[in-house]
């Protein structure tokens, strides 16, 4: 059984900090690429960043600059550091994972194998 479990997130005021933290288990950690997705009640799921198992890394352009991905292989851990926090980057947090040997468009939501429960970022003053 896969699981990914998030974890960090909470209320923050803007120009803030949060670091969230996907800890995967049931997997081969380093033949999946990880991502981070959000949601809130007027948004469809958003991309936010994606790393490779090798550690290529891709935001979107809206937390470009301002959130930091990382991974430990050795940890099943993917990390994800957001700074500067502004109201917009409010909503549900959702870590995934996809296979590697998969080519389509990694901001696509619909191409993720596995997803875990999400976690909720409020930017709020």
């Known amino acids: 059984q896969v699981d990914l479990v998030e974890s960090g997130g909470g209320v923050v005021q803007p120009r803030g900090n949060l670091r969230l933290t996907c800890a995967a288990s049931g997997l081969t950690f380093n033949t999946y690429n990880m991502a981070w997705f959000r949601q809130t009640s007027e948004k469809e799921r958003e991309f936010v960043g994606h790393?490779?198992?090798?550690?290529?890394?891709n935001y979107a352009g809206s937390v470009q600059g301002r959130f930091l991905l990382s991974r430990d292989t050795a940890m099943n851990t993917v990390y994800l550091e957001m700074n500067n926090l502004k109201p917009k980057d409010t909503g549900v947090y959702y870590c995934a994972a996809r296979s590697s040997v998969k080519r389509t468009p990694y901001y696509n939501p619909a191409d993720y194998d596995y997803w875990g429960q999400g976690t909720q970022v409020t930017v709020s003053a």
């Open positions: 790393i490779s198992w090798s550690g290529a890394i």
